[in-house]
């Protein structure tokens, strides 16, 4: 079994109960002008047991996404370079504090969604991951 690829993305995947206010959360950024794309949503326990040793995830097969209460997002718009801006990380193309604006201005706005329909935000953990949201 290839741990690096059993995952979903399928807000099907999510507990009903968690799928409603997801959907309401991303419903609001893309009113907001923004292109938010699902990157993960239920997470097999041992993919989550691999991220855990790889420093990606703390929280390993505890994690909400196993439970399938938590998805990951990022930002599906693209630059003046026309790269995907994602987690806005270094592209090393030069226009790199582009794309951590953009990304930061996504991910508060993800954010602020999030919590108005009663989330929690992974940006505001001292283990930063912005990206994810879980009820």
Do not use: C
């Not at 949503?41 to 097969?61: I, N």
Request: proline share 4%; no cysteine.
């Amino acid at each position: 079994m290839d741990v690096t690829r059993i995952t979903s993305a399928r807000l099907e995947d999510l507990l009903p109960e968690v799928r409603r206010p997801a959907e309401a959360a991303l419903e609001a950024l893309r009113r907001a002008g923004h292109d938010p794309r699902v990157y993960e949503t239920f997470r097999h326990p041992d993919r989550a047991a691999y991220l855990e040793t790889r420093g990606v995830s703390k929280a390993g097969v505890r994690s909400y996404h196993v439970k399938r209460r938590a998805l990951d997002v990022v930002d599906n718009r693209r630059d003046s370079n026309g790269d995907r801006i994602l987690w806005g990380a270094p592209t090393g193309k030069g226009n790199d504090q582009e794309r951590a604006a953009m990304a930061d201005q996504f991910f508060r706005a993800w954010g602020a969604a999030v919590k108005q329909n009663g989330g929690t935000w992974g940006g505001d953990w001292s283990f930063y991951d912005p990206a994810h949201a879980q009820w």
